[in-house]
């Protein structure tokens, strides 16, 4: 969902998820989480003014304030529990890996039942990264990862040697692979050669 280094404590973030809107924020004691933007109160958006006051996330509009499993932590001034009756719909939240990353299942209250394996040791260097915005359906990326044929006539690549895999173990499909030799056509759009890079799919 974002770069940790995109989200301090105290921050608040909101992002597209399968074509609707997510809220993340980060606690002061340092805990990132993920919930549905609208506030069971009157369905105030908290990602347009929410804040964060210790570890609750504050409605903008009454002042109700939630706790991390969504329950009604406080009241607005001039209220009572009994205005609201739902809790903020919350997320699977996991923070690994330089990033936040969430769960969008087909069924929302079942968490999933693998987690994000850590792939970085903790000397790794600081990790660049970046956000793109592909007009694609999420298994189409997740194909593309194992099928090397497609890397000459789309990216330009000559060849591209598959070092390892893919493997599958239930729930994740580790590949690597090298692309080698940029096409006259890449070359001229300024790619570059790549260096052996495994992915995780």
């Given amino acids: 969902m974002a770069p940790s280094s995109d989200l301090p404590p105290g921050g608040v973030l909101t992002r597209r998820l399968m074509g609707e ?5 980060r606690t002061r004691s340092g805990r990132a989480h993920v919930i549905r933007p609208y506030c069971p109160h009157l369905g105030a958006h908290l990602g347009c003014g929410g804040r964060v006051e210790d570890d609750l996330i504050v409605c903008p509009f009454h002042s109700f304030a939630f706790s991390g499993d ?3 932590a406080r009241v607005g001034p001039g209220h009572t529990a009994r205005h609201v009756r739902d809790k ?31 792939l970085f040791p903790t000397a790794t260097p600081a990790l660049r ?6 007009g694609t359906h999420p298994q189409e990326i997740l194909e593309n990862n194992v099928d090397t044929t497609h890397l000459y006539p789309l990216h330009g690549f000559r060849e591209c040697a598959v070092l390892e895999g893919p493997a599958s173990d239930g ?15 890449s070359e001229r759009s ?7 890079s495994t992915v995780w799919a």
Avoid at 129 to 134: F, M, P
């Fill in 21 to 25: 809107d997510v809220v993340i924020y």
């Fill in 88 to 118: 903020l719909t919350v997320l699977p939240c996991e923070e690994t890996n330089g990033g936040i990353f969430t769960w969008a299942g087909t069924d929302r209250d079942q968490p999933p039942s693998w987690a994000i394996p850590n």
């Fill in 171 to 185: 729930t994740r499909s580790p590949s690597r692979s090298a692309p080698r030799g940029l096409s006259p056509c």
């Fill in 190 to 196: 300024g790619a570059t050669p790549q260096s052996p």
């Fill in 70 to 72: 969504g329950s009604v």
């Fill in 129 to 134: 990264l970046s956000r793109t915005e592909v």
